[in-house]
């Protein structure tokens, strides 16, 4: 048996002592009950009875272990030109002085705060300032609009939201404030507080009474203790999209995501205290909460915010030097990236230019990595090329190549093993399990790993629907794929609407509703096509009313203009044409996975369910109209 065999063996034959000895390494200010609780509803529960601070174990810890003039945080940022750092003490006393702040305004324990950030310092620090106090923040990726912005404000009822003046794409300043106006405007739920950081691209007025300046708020402040809180509370709440335009409020309690993220920094990506580990994502999304700011704070490593992208801020070389001038250990993207610098750079000639020996391997995750990039990156590197698949629920990978326990073998197209916690099995729709190479329904035998989702916020009954129902005793990862002979799996493709653009995930659904409310749409379908470069596009097709005499070219750039105004630019829907009508099956479903198949050129049969096949003809004249359906 092989020692990861080993050891994820034990992780599931005895969870109780492994994971209460992987959570020794955490600092705990009263002990466990349980390390795990069977009994709690809806699902077990990781650590109950224990109390504990994740601000206190991600950064006063390690001042008081003498780590206080290491480097935590590296700030650079090649679209404003600015670089600064922040040794452990200065990043402990600006959350401190920021928590203070929040305190000042109202927040206390259990409290939500809404931040809504680009990547600057102040992104992290208003982050670790709740989990200081015991507040719950819930981040929301800058490239959301205002209506996108209200939902989640209407859901998760913050008390104080934490913004910016603006963001910075390479060819636009984002001005939050407007957007942040329009959602405060449009949400149910009243805010009484903003803290806005101004920065010198936008000017962003202040409402008096409502708003507030961040460094004047910050340094009026007085610095705030460490406030303990059970190791079952929420630390934050991130939305991510299902198949409804409705977003789920993922939850991550403290405890269980404090002892995981903490074991994963040794055993997954194989990094020690004092190294730097740069995860090139954005706080917004999962991979920010966990590999940006959490876990390489917990173990002590430096941790890089990066406002920038692959290529553009200046060139394709600025991944390249990012890891030379802060000797990068490990870095963690979205495969999309990569395929950004391929497209590039072929030949990666800026690469000549920098020294990048201090580069271990590079982990990819977010969107399936295709062979291709796979080898292109690791024969360009020359290193450790690891792809691992994990959702916004898990927090932290479901399957990887674990090499901090030991280097497996690596088979281009699979994220290689399930990790330890994950029983990870393959399930036809009646339960049974798939034999080895077939495809099934991917799922996690309950308990789930320290670190996942408890259950959604405020809403344990949409949880049990979306996760638990579907196979009782499993969570349903929402992934289709098969596990080979070796045991490594294969994640072939969603099994409900969600699609993955840039490695950014996104609702068919909530595009639907943004067309569907449109004056002269009747009924419309999107669906995600193949992309080189981004993985997947949303493509729309709209049925237009009767009676509607417009002409598309009118209808069009406004449907564009419709999502990107109501979801916002990270949607990036950009492709749709009028229908006369839609294929469906006799009981009116619409038949989106013939329409995938059709306009990726892959093989397809006409479904048995059709209610008209002649229709399918005129999907595909649409769909080559589009550049699509070329097999
Ligand atoms: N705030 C505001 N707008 C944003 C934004 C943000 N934080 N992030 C992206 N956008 C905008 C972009 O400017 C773009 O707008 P445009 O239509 O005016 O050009 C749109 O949203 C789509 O963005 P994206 O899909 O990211 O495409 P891109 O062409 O701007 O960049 C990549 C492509 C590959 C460079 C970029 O997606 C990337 O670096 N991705 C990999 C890393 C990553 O973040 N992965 C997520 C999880 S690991
Ligand atoms: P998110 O919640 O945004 O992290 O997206 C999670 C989804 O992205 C997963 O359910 C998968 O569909 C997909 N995904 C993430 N990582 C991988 C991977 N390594 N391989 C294949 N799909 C992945």
Not at 228 to 250: C, F, N, R, W
């Amino acid at each position: 048996m092989s020692k990861y065999q080993e050891i994820h063996q034990q992780s599931l034959s005895n969870p109780e002592e492994f994971w209460g000895q992987a959570a020794a390494e955490i600092d705990w200010m009263k002990p466990w009950d349980n390390v795990l609780d069977y009994d709690a509803k809806p699902i077990p529960r990781w650590f109950a009875g224990a109390e504990l601070n994740t601000c206190y174990n991600a950064l006063d810890r390690h001042v008081e272990n003498g780590l206080g003039d290491q480097d935590a945080l590296i700030y650079d940022s090649p679209v404003t030109d600015t670089k600064m750092r922040y040794t452990y003490s200065e990043l402990t006393d600006a959350v401190a002085k920021f928590a203070g702040a929040l305190r000042a305004n109202g927040v206390e324990k259990g409290d939500r705060v809404l931040v809504y950030m680009p990547m600057i310092p102040e992104a992290a620090i208003a982050m670790l300032a709740c989990a200081r106090l015991g507040a719950i923040h819930s981040v929301v990726f800058g490239g959301f609009a205002a209506n996108e912005l209200a939902t989640r404000i209407n859901d998760a009822k913050p008390k104080v939201i934490v913004s910016a003046s603006c963001g910075i794409e390479p060819n636009r300043v984002v001005e939050y404030k407007p957007l942040l106006d329009e959602a405060i405007e449009l949400a149910e739920h009243k805010v009484g507080c903003t803290i806005i950081k101004a920065r010198e691209q936008a000017n962003a007025p202040l409402i008096e009474g409502r708003d507030l300046d961040w460094d004047t708020a910050a340094t009026a402040a007085e610095p705030t203790e460490c406030v303990a809180v059970s190791a079952t509370d929420p630390l934050y709440i991130l939305y991510t999209s299902g198949t409804t335009g409705q977003p789920k409020g993922v939850i991550r309690d403290n405890g269980g995501h404090a002892v995981a993220m903490n074991w994963s920094m040794k055993n997954i990506y194989n990094v020690e205290q004092g190294d730097v580990f740069w995860a090139a994502s954005d706080v917004g999304w999962v991979v920010g909460h966990s590999y940006i700011v959490y876990a390489p704070l917990l173990k002590g490593c430096t941790t890089v915010v990066y406002e920038g992208k692959p290529v553009g801020t200046p060139d394709a070389g600025a991944f390249w030097r990012m890891i030379e001038e802060y000797n990068v250990k490990v870095l963690f993207t979205a495969p999309t990236a990569f395929r950004a610098i391929k497209k590039q750079d072929p030949n990666a000639d800026e690469l000549k230019k920098y020294n990048i020996e201090c580069l271990q391997s590079l982990f990819l995750a977010g969107e399936r990595c295709d062979p291709d990039t796979l080898f292109w990156a690791r024969d360009t590197l020359g290193i450790a090329v690891v792809d691992h698949w994990w959702q916004t629920e898990t927090g932290w990978a479901i399957a990887a190549n674990p090499l901090g326990i030991e280097e497996l073998d690596i088979k281009p197209g699979s994220p290689s093993v399930a990790m330890p916690g994950y029983d990870v099995q393959v399930l036809a729709s009646d339960g049974t399990e798939m034999p080895d190479g077939e495809m099934g329904d991917l799922v996690v035998k309950l308990p789930m790993a320290p670190g996942c989702l408890p259950t959604l916020w405020g809403n344990d009954e949409r949880f049990k629907s979306a996760y638990l129902t579907e196979h009782e005793g499993y969570y349903t990862t929402g992934d289709a794929g098969f596990r080979d002979a070796d045991g490594y799996l294969w994640i072939m493709s969603r099994t409900d609407d969600v699609i993955n653009v840039a490695g950014h995930r996104l609702s068919t659904g909530a595009i639907e509703e943004a067309l569907s409310g449109h004056a002269d749409v009747a009924e419309c379908a999107v669906f995600g096509v193949a992309d080189d470069f981004k993985g997947q596009l949303p493509l729309g097709l709209v049925v237009l009313k009767d009676g509607v005499t417009r002409s598309d070219d009118d209808i069009i750039p406004e449907l564009v203009k419709r999502v990107r105004d109501q979801i916002g630019p990270v949607a990036a829907f950009k492709i749709a044409a009028v229908v006369k009508r839609l294929p469906k099956t006799r009981s009116g479903k619409i038949l989106r996975g013939s329409m995938v198949k059709i306009a990726d050129g892959t093989e397809w049969t006409m479904p048995a369910t059709i209610d008209d096949p002649a229709i399918m003809d005129e999907i595909e004249e649409a769909l080559k109209g589009l550049g699509y359906a070329k097999g």
